[in-house]
């Protein structure tokens, strides 16, 4: 069963087509990659799925419902949940403070012990990331590595069971990026569906289960990753239109 | 826990005041911890979830006015006029909130200037209902309740009055540290600092946003109440746009997003011109100069600049430079 | 018949000095995004210096305008190069800084002059009559004054290469850097002459009604809801709602009251900030 639809889906800004009838599906548990040139519409496609900024036209379904145009905390709640491409996180605060507002969704109502189990999750995520000893430093303090790491983990916060990744592996050293490719699988062995935006070629090849390939905001190209490498299209893209040497 | 014992040590002293000073001073303590309550008010909309309202004044005035009017012309008990009052601004604040909340922060703030005015050109032309220019004068303290022990509190007398405005402000404070700490807090919190994370996060940005606005506006409401019992006459005049703005400075020369920040203004703001005796005018004057100088240079407010300078990293790094703790070879 | 065009006539000069302060705010606030309240405080300023040169020192009451405009066009440059530029960050501490001034200049207008009324003496005494409407010759003399000036301003914009300029910093400020446009500069010189636009207002109001140190907050508040009203940014709407609100203010002030039609502009004003922000003329930001 496809969990997770895409429907022609289009937007154009002024008279520049960011997005155009862009489709695909995804099953549960799988992790789509999503790679074009800068430009080709990945964070804009993100930007509307979580209606950020609502879509021209098209239609997106979760779990059999349509999500359309939702407000965006609904489609969060619904358990879609992203990051941003500039990894975004609540500087003046410290990192348990940041986790803690992430657990906003998850915690609402009248729960018995709400702080107790709030802080419980909180340790967990702590000790996912190994962030365990910074808790009490202020986000703006972190460094570029462990920011990125929180900002995931706030995602994760919220509970996600639909997780969209901006850019997860950029900026970060080998060793990093590494331990990213793992939380990714981790992640995905927990049942969590996962679409991810990145350059890092390796890295997204390594991980994901299939791929799209966006160029000027159409989707030029879907498959598995061995698939998309031996592309056509896809290869002339990245190599824009280089003379014969 | 130093906090706890500074806090224990201030409350302390504030109930034991009236031991020390003089029917002027405590009549000063009282207008005082009125104008806190209204600033702490002002602190969870602009310092916890972040656009300035300038609509403060407004709704301490719709406070004191509709308190006012209950009590003079309807014949109703304070008890009953201020619950009342404090219905009628949630109605108020509610509606109003939910109409300009959606805008963004300078351009709210230029909405809550207009509804500032809008609300005092009511405020002073509604004859019939609010007695135009001249107020209302013959508002009476509040009556005291037939069950005993609360018999004993004769709220015509400032003393019991201090205590009564007292109990408000630590109630308010008590009840902002437990509302911070709260879901709903840590979201008026996330909105302040990134908005459009807090909605990737699954905050409703404008629920929240008109909470804090209600909130703040219950909290004007009452103080509104507080005070127009307590000075006994009111006038359009002390609910203008200059209130607004001064409570906005107060807030930020305090330290807005603090609790003690709040404290402090308006302790500042009613001792300087006691302290130094200067003409209105003049000390507005220094006031402006105050404001200009914050921004630039402090714009956390005393309180923040005053934990900066306490904070461990600071203190380390001073130490450091005074060559007070040997380096590490 | 005759009261309905009196009213419409002083509902044009009313009008045209709001689109003074109008055409004033939009260069600060319209195009560069300095939120300024204390902008009605160079009108004050204007307005008190161009008094005591004429009722004082018996300048001659146009020399007097002139050092009055450059004064306070000096004023503003001071303000914007040491206040207002460290808050471009965040709108909310241009308000801040703008409340501080306000405080300091309005009280201190206060202290220094007095809170009594101050006229400054017309310099075209008499009036024209066409049957039974009367023209005063200073309002006349305002009306046509104002018109020119805020014509001229809208021909800098749209022609000149500052002008141009500054349309160039207020569509996209960073383009405008690589562009090679100094935007310190420019933002700068906008200000000023927004602080010029606003000491023509003062001066005009100073000469046909009465100067104090609180006669700016209305004259302000209407430009915002005039800017408002003809889209942020916009020089065309801002002259046009400009009338549009002098012209309505006069009549509600002649045929109601004068307190309840400050409400209802209030009130739109309101109303467009949420439903319509580019302004009726849809010009604006």
């Known amino acids: 069963m496809k969990i997770f639809e895409v429907r022609n889906l289009s937007k154009s800004f002024g008279g520049l087509q960011a997005v155009s009838d862009v489709s695909f599906d995804l099953s549960q548990g799988e992790i789509l990659g999503i790679i074009g040139p800068n430009g080709s519409g990945k964070t804009t496609l993100f930007n509307l799925i979580t209606n950020f900024i609502p879509p021209d036209e098209g239609e997106i379904h979760w779990k059999g419902a349509d999500i359309t145009g939702l407000r965006t905390d609904i489609i969060a709640q619904m358990g879609i949940v992203r990051t941003f491409q500039l990894t975004r996180v609540f500087p003046r605060l410290d990192l348990q403070e940041n986790l803690a507002i992430g657990h906003h969704l998850r915690y609402a109502g009248k729960i018995k012990n709400l702080e107790e189990s709030i802080s419980k999750s909180i340790e967990l995520l702590l000790n996912f990331f190994n962030l365990q000893d910074r808790r009490k430093i202020l986000a703006s303090n972190l460094p570029y590595g462990e920011r990125k790491k929180l900002a995931m983990g706030l995602a994760l916060s919220a509970g996600p069971e639909l997780l969209l990744e901006d850019e997860p592996a950029a900026g970060l050293n080998q060793v990093e990026t590494e331990e990213m490719g793992n939380v990714i699988r981790k992640l995905q062995s927990q049942g969590i569906t996962q679409i991810l935006v990145d350059h890092d070629m390796k890295f997204i090849m390594g991980l994901c289960d299939r791929i799209i390939c966006l160029n000027f905001g159409r989707k030029i190209a879907e498959g598995a990753p061995r698939e998309i490498q031996q592309n056509e299209e896809v290869i002339q893209v990245y190599l824009g239109e280089q003379d014969a040497d | ?329 | 018949m005759s009261q309905f065009i009196q009213q419409l006539v002083n509902g044009l000069v009313i009008g045209s000095i709001y689109g003074l302060v109008a055409l004033g705010i939009t260069m600060s606030f319209g195009l560069m995004g300095i939120v300024n309240f204390a902008h009605g405080m160079f009108i004050i300023i204007a307005a008190f210096f161009t008094y005591y040169l004429v009722t004082l020192y018996g300048i001659n009451f146009f020399f007097a305008s002139l050092l009055a405009i450059v004064a306070t066009g000096i004023i503003g440059f001071i303000i914007e190069r040491y206040t207002f530029r460290y808050a471009r960050q965040d709108p909310i501490n241009g308000l801040m800084i703008s409340i501080g001034l306000i405080y300091i200049i309005e009280n201190g207008a206060t202290v220094l002059f007095g809170p009594e009324n101050k006229i400054i003496a017309p310099v075209f005494t008499g009036t024209i009559s066409l049957g039974e409407i009367i023209f005063a010759n200073q309002r006349i003399f305002v009306f046509i004054v104002s018109c020119l000036l805020m014509a001229f301003f809208y021909l800098f914009i749209k022609k000149a290469k500052l002008g141009k300029a500054m349309r160039a910093v207020s569509e996209n400020d960073y383009a405008a850097v690589l562009m090679g446009i100094p935007i310190d500069a420019v933002i700068g010189l906008a200000f000023v002459i927004g602080c010029f636009l606003a000491a023509a207002a003062g001066i005009a109001l100073g000469s046909l009604f009465i100067v104090t140190p609180h006669t700016a907050s209305k004259p302000l508040m209407k430009a915002f809801v005039i800017i408002t009203l003809g889209g942020f940014g916009s020089i065309r709407g801002a002259f046009i709602a400009a009338f549009i609100i002098g012209v309505a203010d006069s009549f509600a002030a002649g045929y109601i009251s004068l307190a309840w039609a400050d409400i209802f502009s209030y009130i739109i004003f309101i109303l467009i900030l949420i439903f319509t922000p580019k302004g009726i003329l849809g010009e604006g930001k």
């Open chain 2, 1 to 329: 826990m130093f906090k706890k014992i500074f806090y224990g040590i201030v409350v302390l002293l504030a109930i034991l005041l009236p031991l020390f000073v003089g029917p002027y001073y405590l009549h000063l303590m009282v207008l005082t911890g009125i104008y806190c309550l209204l600033v702490l008010g002002l602190n969870i909309i602009m310092g916890y979830t972040g656009p300035a309202s300038l609509a403060q004044a407004s709704f301490y005035g719709i406070g004191a006015y509709t308190s006012a009017i209950l009590t003079t012309r309807l014949g109703l008990s304070f008890w009953i006029a201020m619950p009342l009052s404090v219905l009628l601004i949630i109605i108020i604040s509610v509606f109003l909130g939910v109409i300009t909340l959606r805008l963004v922060s300078h351009y709210f703030a230029i909405a809550t200037f207009g509804l500032c005015e809008i609300i005092f050109i009511v405020m002073d032309n509604w004859v019939p209902v609010t007695n135009g220019p001249s107020g209302i004068h013959d508002i009476k303290p509040p009556e005291t309740i037939n069950l005993f022990p609360l018999s004993l509190i004769d709220l015509s007398s400032r003393v019991h009055y201090y205590y009564f405005v007292l109990f408000f402000v630590i109630l308010t404070v008590v009840f902002t540290v437990y509302l911070l700490r709260s879901r709903m807090g840590r979201a008026f919190v996330a909105i302040r600092e990134d908005e459009e994370l807090a909605r990737a996060e699954g905050i409703y940005v404008m629920k929240y946003k008109v909470y804090a606005f209600v909130i703040s506006a219950i909290i004007a409401a009452v103080s509104g109440s507080l005070f127009a019992h307590y000075l006994q006459f009111i006038t359009p005049g002390m609910f203008t746009i200059f209130e607004s703005l001064n409570l906005v400075i107060v807030l930020l020369i305090g330290g807005s997003g603090t609790i003690a920040g709040p404290i402090l203004g308006s302790l500042i703001n009613v001792l300087i011109p006691e302290i130094f005796n200067i003409l209105p005018e003049i000390r507005m004057v220094i006031y402006g100069f105050f404001v200009i100088l914050f921004i630039v240079f402090l714009p956390e407010g005393l309180v923040g600049f005053g934990k900066k300078l306490l904070s461990a990293e600071f203190l380390k790094n001073i130490t450091r430079k005074l060559n007070l703790v040997p380096a590490a070879d």
